[in-house]
């Protein structure tokens, strides 16, 4: 048996795939990528009833029946430079500022509390503005605002 499957690349309605009623999300990925050469496995996040979707997971576990729609969002990756240190944040262009920073926190452990990201001098990001709307895009580079570093190099004054 099979199941049909419609899929939405970036909000754009794609094909119905049809794939064995044992697929993995993964095996969903494999079969958009040869659907849309531009469409790489790792550059894939789908995402259903709201949830996004791990690759080892059946679809039928995620309760993926007969003409279900899959989202898929193209992910690319931002360079975030820091002071001697740069980082890769993986995002699509739906998503925030405020998301690179808690990718940052996520993946490298830093303190997001009191840091700015800037796209040049003086050029600070707003954290609820999507990316996008900062022509943020596939190997764009973000920094971190300096006085984020000056102010994480003081040391804490001792007890009195």
């Given at each position: 048996m099979t199941i049909r499957i419609r899929v939405d690349v970036d909000g754009t309605p794609g094909s119905p795939i049809e794939l064995p009623n044992d697929a993995t999300v993964k095996d969903?990925?494999?079969a958009?990528?040869?659907?849309?050469?531009s469409c790489p496995v790792e550059n894939q996040e789908m995402a259903f009833n709201g949830r996004v979707l791990q690759d080892t997971t059946k679809l039928a576990t995620c309760r993926v029946?007969?003409?279900?729609?899959?989202?898929?969002?193209?992910?690319?990756?931002?360079?975030i430079v820091g002071k001697n240190r740069r980082y890769e944040v993986r995002?699509?262009?739906?998503?925030?500022?405020?998301?690179?920073?808690?990718k940052l926190s996520e993946d490298y452990g830093l303190d997001i509390t009191n840091m700015r990201l800037q796209m040049g001098p003086e050029s600070y990001l707003r954290d609820d503005t999507l990316l996008w709307a900062n022509r943020i895009s596939s190997g764009t580079?973000?920094?971190?605002a300096e006085e984020y570093?000056?102010?994480?190099?003081v040391p804490d004054k001792?007890?009195?």
């Open positions: 969903l990925k494999e958009v990528n040869d659907m849309f050469e029946i007969n003409n279900s729609e899959i989202s898929i969002r193209i992910l690319f990756t931002v360079v995002a699509h262009e739906n998503s925030y500022v405020g998301d690179l920073k808690q580079r973000v920094h971190i570093f000056a102010a994480s190099d001792p007890d009195e």
